[in-house]
């Protein structure tokens, strides 16, 4: 399965550079390896827009930079950190001295929602360039015209899938998680973008899902449209979703820097 392929979502245009968010619900991949960034690859890193709110979606090595390709950090609405893994929110700490520095930064601070611990963790708690908002379990917040709802999954540390919901959609969005975790937890998701670190050979070697139970979870939970995410960089590609499609029983997007969704 070629990346950005299957039936819905559709790949859009590209964005332009500087362009604030759309008024359509899209996703832009900034990185999606997994653990690690692979040659020239990046972390973890969703631009999530629609109806005008714009959020950083994890703020994995090396998303930074694609952001700025993808929009003018100056207008993000918040920034959602899933846990305190470094794939997850490195760039933080590089969005600060851009904020800082560069000339171009916000007047206020940029709105941070992540778990507790997290802050203290990053060494980033003080900075005034950072709003830092603790959710947890079951916490449902608002940004902009966008709902977001939090559930606890699977995985080492307290680390937080989240539902999106611009009033006609909704992506879901696994974080990590390893297959103890159940999908149904965010409700009903249109477009579910979930980890799939590796293939069925290897589970149960890390807190992550394979293919085949990234597709499973995600068939048992109903959801409209599944795109795998997090692969280690060192696992193919077609393999993680020839085994999603597989166990979800239609085809699936398999996610790349620059794919663009609609959601
Ligand atoms: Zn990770
Ligand atoms: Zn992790």
Same mark, same amino acid.
């Given at each position: 399965? !070629? ?11 590209? !964005?332009? !550079? ?9 996703? @832009? ?5 997994? #653990? ?7 972390? #973890?890193? +969703? ?61 206020? /601070? ?11 963790? #990053? ?27 939090? %559930?606890? $999954? ?15 959609? $909704?992506?879901? +969005?696994?974080? =990590? $998680?390893? !297959? ?19 293939? %069925? ?19 048992? *939970?109903? @959801?409209?449209?599944? /795109? ?7 696992? =193919? *590609? ?8 597989? /166990? ?7 996610? /790349? ?7």
């Amino acid at each position: 399965m !070629p990346p950005g392929a299957g039936a819905y979502p559709v790949p859009v245009t590209d !964005p332009t !550079p500087g362009a604030t968010a759309p008024e359509r619900g899209r996703v @832009v991949v900034l990185g999606c390896d997994g #653990s690690w960034p692979g040659p020239g690859g990046a972390c #973890s890193g +969703y631009l999530v827009s629609s109806g005008g709110t714009a959020l950083w979606l994890d703020a994995g090595t090396g998303t930074f930079a694609a952001l700025q390709l993808a929009m003018d950090p100056a207008t993000l609405d918040a920034l959602v950190v899933s846990h305190v893994h470094r794939d997850h929110w490195s760039d933080l700490a590089d969005y600060v001295t851009w904020a800082r520095h560069s000339g171009r930064g916000p007047a206020r /601070a940029l709105r941070v929602f992540g778990p507790a611990g997290l802050a203290g963790s #990053s060494g980033l708690a003080e900075v005034p360039e950072l709003d830092w908002q603790v959710v947890a379990d079951g916490d449902r917040v608002e940004v902009g015209g966008l709902g977001l709802g939090f %559930s606890r $999954t699977d995985h080492g540390p307290e680390t937080l899938a989240v539902r999106i919901d611009d009033g006609a959609r $909704t992506l879901g +969005y696994s974080a =990590d $998680t390893g !297959p103890g975790w159940d999908p149904r937890s965010l409700g009903p998701i249109d477009l579910f973008v979930c980890e799939a670190t590796f293939t %069925s050979e290897h589970e149960g070697t890390a807190g992550h899902l394979s293919g085949r139970q990234a597709g499973a979870l995600a068939a048992e *939970a109903g @959801v409209g449209t599944l /795109a795998v995410t997090h692969r280690w960089p060192t696992i =193919d *590609a077609g393999a993680v979703a020839d085994e999603a499609a597989a /166990a979800f029983g239609r085809a699936v997007v398999q996610l /790349a820097p620059g794919t663009v969704l609609a959601w």
